[in-house]
């Protein structure tokens, strides 16, 4: 099993390009998620999805959406880049039946917006 | 709301010291506990978890019990090595079906 897989690890963007962050997992897991990650902020969830074709805002949404293609694949798009979202982003997936309630992690993917 | 609050770092310490990273909560109910890793330029993993009040989880040497009474899931480890330096992170989820609510990490720096 590869796990959760992020392409790809590193992107430069200049302002207002857009972009679009994929994530796939074989585990076989309902729950996927989208986080970012910056210095002192630790993790802050931007979008999530509970299952296949739902999808939820997190805590900091605004300037991304998101796709829940299937269940393997959980997309993150960036329609008009800006500075402030330079950031490295991970994406997450949980089995939430029975007593997993561990979240496993994607190696991460580094953004930089110019 | 359901928080996690955890000690501030950099965590500066000599190989073979022990390591106390603080971690306190705010929840209804009761939470399921966990401790991440994240070593440098890799994503979260999971070192520990305890699921219940006085439980105790254990990895690679690290320790954390679930503290009801003090709403508290401190990490310790009595020996520590260069290769423990990373950023480690407090979590809970109120059950399966919840999001994991992350502290903001606290970076461990080991000398060898």
């Known amino acids: 099993n590869a796990g959760v897989t992020q392409t790809p690890k590193f992107q430069v963007l200049k302002t207002g390009q857009s972009m679009t962050l994929q994530c796939a997992q074989d585990?076989?897991?309902?729950?996927m998620y989208w986080y970012r990650q910056d210095p002192g902020m630790g993790l802050r969830l931007i979008y999530y999805s509970a299952s296949e074709g739902t999808t939820d805002k997190g805590e900091v949404p605004n300037g991304y959406n998101v796709s829940r293609l299937n269940k393997r694949e959980f997309s993150l798009r960036l329609e008009s880049a800006a500075p402030s979202q330079t950031s490295v982003y991970f994406c997450?997936?949980?089995?939430?039946?029975?007593?997993?309630?561990?979240?496993?992690f994607g190696p991460g993917t580094r953004l930089l917006v110019l | 709301g359901n928080s996690v609050t955890q000690m501030e770092g950099p965590v500066t310490l000599s190989e073979e010291a022990f390591l106390t990273i603080n971690c306190t909560y705010t929840a209804t109910g009761y939470p399921s506990l966990f401790w991440y890793v994240q070593y440098p330029g890799e994503g979260l993993q999971l070192l520990l978890k305890a699921t219940k009040a006085d439980d105790k989880g254990s990895n690679k040497g690290f320790e954390a019990t679930y503290r009801k009474e003090t709403t508290s899931f401190h990490l310790e480890k009595g020996s520590v090595q260069v290769s423990d330096s990373a950023v480690y992170f407090c979590a809970l989820t109120r059950s399966r079906d919840d999001k994991i609510i992350f502290g903001k990490g606290t970076r461990l720096h080991i000398l060898p």
């Open positions: 997450a997936s949980r089995e939430n039946r029975g007593t997993q309630e561990t979240q496993y």
């Open positions: 585990m076989n897991h309902n729950s």
